[in-house]
């Protein structure tokens, strides 16, 4: 059973870029798709994007990003770096960083100015496609998701609250 929409979630370089068509045959875009483009309809509901994951995302097509009506961007400013050096000190840097031996530094520095995006804004969800990503944003606090977690597909019918599915 798929989860509630959060109230205010924060996207991923991972889910940002699926949103954009960038990999529309892989897997995961159509759960990518549907969770942005939910959040972004919904009048109550609010949607972020990291400025470092635009960063990541213009330079992977080298070309600048387009606006995307329903996500807005957060910048990584003094409150995150404020929360991101409180929640994640030097040690338990090294100690996810060790946990990930795949991942380079430029890697892990940008996954960690992220996350300390999604800390700035109150009550916010991080939602995320890499098992690295999901691991830090849960170390530092914040409810990460897959955005799979999110996702009814397409023909299959869920009940809503108080309703019930008869054959």
Not at 39 to 61: H, Q, W
Not at 140 to 149: E, I, M, Y
């Amino acid at each position: 059973m798929a989860l509630d929409l959060p109230f205010v979630a924060l996207i991923d370089t991972s889910v940002f870029a699926l949103r954009l068509g960038h990999k529309p045959t892989d897997p995961n875009a159509a759960a990518c798709v549907d969770f942005c483009d939910r959040m972004a309809r919904s009048g109550s509901r609010r949607l972020f994007v990291a400025a470092p994951t635009i960063t990541e995302v213009t330079r992977y097509k080298g070309k600048e990003v387009p606006l995307v009506p329903g996500i807005s961007v957060v910048a990584f400013d003094e409150r995150a770096a404020t929360l991101l050096g409180m929640k994640l000190p030097a040690l338990a840097l090294a100690e996810w960083r060790d946990d990930l031996p795949a991942r380079t530094v430029a890697c892990l520095k940008y996954d960690a100015l992220i996350v300390g995006c999604a800390l700035r804004i109150p009550n916010c969800a991080f939602v995320s496609m890499d098992k690295g990503q999901l691991a830090l944003a849960t170390r530092v606090g914040l409810a990460a998701h897959h955005p799979s977690d999110y996702f009814t597909p397409p023909g299959t019918t869920s009940p809503q609250p108080g309703q019930l599915l008869l054959p």
